[in-house]
């Protein structure tokens, strides 16, 4: 220990005389990180969600000088994979940051179930709208009692049905299907709704269900297949854009407050260009990665027509279910902001 310490000692030494030089040679003192937050994020480094992360840690770097640093922990490994048990370490304070999926986030802020609600957005400019503008403020606001500072959404583009043999182009072709869906009631009410038999499980345990066949399908943005090689077990990629959610950057309170209030707002405003950067790529890519699927062997199909019609009237029929949940004010204030827009 006395070895030890007085190691220590001749670093900040060392540390105090460089600085001493460099002042009085009229050159800047060397520069040392004030604060080191680690990140995790669910999917591989190379995914748009660990593309992005890693984004946002070059952002905070440049943005402070060094002064704050971010690591980025892919494939969540600081949290064992868990995902609810990620939010609950995060509002500990034993994660610094996460990025994860609302539909995940839901589970403990039931008003996050309204960006998923089915069918709610036509295009990307409205999800992008809605999520910049003012109920996207108001559902990062809403995590300030879990302890969480969000600092924005990023989109993830529409999701839809991958299966193993069978091409959903009708309303009846969900009947009997078993769906592999998040622990989220609303996803799993949609697809009782439209007659398939949702499944829900832990994303980590989805390959080997239907390698087994004991699922017939799962839905997601399209990279998720991709990335995690769902081809190899999915032969049908149903472009079904059934709802859709985003990924939420935030930081835990404790971690925020570690920040300097110097930098407080400089780490904002490299999540925001982050985010603006993002939506941008994450769009543009979507055709890309539906190509490398076709490429991969899956079959991509389309709504017959007049079809999709009858799949949103169904979808929308069980918003009601939701309104207590989600709270009425806020179910129609967005309503309303998607349709203004």
Same mark, same amino acid.
């Given at each position: ?109 039931p008003k996050m179930n309204a960006i998923s609600l089915p069918y709610l957005f036509s295009n990307y ?90 699922? =017939?399908?799962? &839905?997601?943005?399209? @990279? ?5 090689? #769902?081809? $190899?077990?999915?032969? *049908?990629? %149903? ?39 993002? =939506?941008?790529? &994450?769009?543009?890519? @979507? ?5 490398? #699927?076709? $490429?991969?062997?899956? *079959?991509? %199909? ?40």
């Amino acid at each position: 220990m006395k070895k030890l310490n007085a190691t220590r000692r001749a670093v900040m030494r060392g540390i105090a005389v460089a600085t001493l030089i460099a002042a009085g040679c009229g050159i800047a003192a060397p520069s040392f990180a004030q604060t080191s937050l680690r990140l995790a994020v669910p999917d591989p480094a190379d995914s748009s969600v660990g593309r992005a992360a890693t984004r946002f840690a070059e952002l905070v770097d440049e943005k402070t000088a060094g002064e704050v640093t971010i690591q980025v922990f892919p494939d969540g490994v600081l949290y064992g994979k868990d995902q609810n048990a990620a939010i609950n370490q995060l509002g500990s304070g034993a994660l610094d940051g996460l990025i994860l999926a609302t539909s995940v986030y839901a589970s403990f802020e039931p008003k996050m179930n309204a960006i998923s609600l089915p069918y709610l957005f036509s295009n990307y400019d409205q999800l992008k709208a809605y999520l910049a503008g003012e109920p996207g403020q108001e559902l990062l606001t809403s995590l300030d009692r879990l302890n969480i500072k969000g600092l924005g959404f990023f989109l993830r583009t529409f999701r839809d049905v991958t299966t193993r043999d069978r091409a959903i182009t009708k309303a009846e072709d969900f009947n009997g299907l078993t769906l592999r869906t998040p622990n989220n009631p609303l996803f799993v009410r949609l697809f009782q709704a439209l007659g398939a038999n949702p499944t829900p499980m832990a994303f980590s345990e989805v390959y080997s269900a239907l390698q087994l066949k004991a699922i =017939d399908g799962q &839905e997601n943005p399209v @990279e998720v297949p991709y990335n995690n090689r #769902l081809y $190899e077990v999915q032969g *049908q990629l %149903n472009m079904t854009q059934h709802l859709a959610d985003s990924f939420l950057l935030g930081l835990s309170s404790t971690a925020w407050a570690r920040i300097p209030e110097e930098h407080q707002d400089a780490v904002q405003k490299a999540a925001e260009q982050m985010i603006s950067e993002h =939506d941008a790529e &994450e769009i543009r890519q @979507e055709e890309q990665i539906i190509g490398k #699927l076709k $490429e991969k062997g899956m *079959q991509v %199909n389309e709504f017959a027509e007049g079809e999709l019609e009858k799949v949103q009237e169904i979808a929308r029929g069980i918003y009601g279910e939701f309104e207590e949940k989600i709270g009425a004010d806020f179910m129609q204030k967005s309503i309303d902001f998607v349709k203004a827009h």
